[in-house]
Every structure is written in structure tokens, then in C-alpha cells.
């Protein structure tokens, strides 16, 4: 059995990429470059987890609050925000849409949303959502 991060990862990258994906290309832990005709990708990577409730009435269960982010890129000509920001909103429709992931979760809230923005000339801008999904599993992290 996977990881509770795994399992959340899984799941992420499983509504992303649900019937009309968001994004052309939809990545897991994404570490090189995009290719440079790809106007726009999406790449799926965990931050951390946190247990926040050691047992549950149930015994063997713990509740722990998964930290994800989903980092969105854009390339354009002219305003690289405006260019990605059909991606963002795409993105946190499509994940709040079903907050438990299918089931996956408890629940995911987003936590924050930062940009960086590339001044080698193409461009280009990643606007990184953090979330927070709340999950119950085995106390044994899985």
C-alpha cells in the first residue's frame, strides 16, 4: 500500500487529467524543463504531511492534513499573468469541484498561491497553488 502523500498525489493528478484535462501536459514531480512548444503545463508535487489527530475513536486510524502543490505554467508573447490565469482558474475549478478527490480525502482547501515569473526572455510564469487535503488512514502512514 502507498504512502498517504502518494495517495493524495495519485489523486490530484487523477482530476486533473479526467476527461478534458486542464492542461496539455499534467506531470507528477515534474523536474525538467517543459519542452519549448508547450505553451502551457501543469506539474503535480507534494510538500509535506502532518498528522493531526493521533487515533480516531476507531482504533488504528489517524487523520493527517497532506500538503500538495500543483505549479501551473504559461508562455506568451506579452503578459505572462494573464496568460496563465485561465490555467488557475481551470485548475482550482476542477479541484474544488469534488473536494474529497473521488473519494480520496476528507476534504482539500487551498492554502496559497505564489507566482514566479522567468526573466530569461520566454516569457514564461509559474503560478504555484499550495492545498491541503485532510485524509483518514492506518496509523502506520498508509
Not at 3 to 25: E, F, W
Not at 54 to 59: A, D, F, Y
Not at 76 to 91: E, I, K
Not at 94 to 114: F, H, Y
Request: aromatic share 6%; charged share 20%; with cysteine.
Amino acid at each position: 500500500m502507498s504512502s498517504v502523500i502518494a495517495q493524495v498525489t495519485t489523486a490530484v493528478i487523477a482530476a486533473l487529467t479526467a476527461p478534458t484535462p486542464v492542461a496539455p501536459q499534467i506531470a507528477r514531480v515534474r523536474l525538467r524543463p517543459w519542452a519549448e512548444g508547450v505553451d502551457t503545463a501543469v506539474a503535480v508535487r507534494p510538500v509535506g504531511a502532518q498528522r493531526v489527530m493521533r487515533e480516531l475513536s476507531t482504533p488504528g486510524l489517524a487523520v493527517w492534513d497532506v500538503r500538495f502543490g500543483v505549479e501551473c505554467y504559461a508562455r506568451a508573447a506579452s503578459s505572462p499573468d494573464v496568460a496563465v490565469d485561465a490555467l488557475l482558474t481551470a485548475v482550482h475549478a476542477r479541484l474544488l469541484a469534488d473536494p474529497t478527490l473521488g473519494g480520496a480525502v476528507r476534504d482539500i482547501q487551498p492554502e496559497k498561491l505564489e507566482f514566479d515569473f522567468d526573466a530569461d526572455g520566454d516569457q514564461t510564469v509559474a503560478a504555484v497553488f499550495v492545498f491541503t487535503a485532510r485524509m483518514t488512514c492506518g496509523t502506520n502512514f498508509t
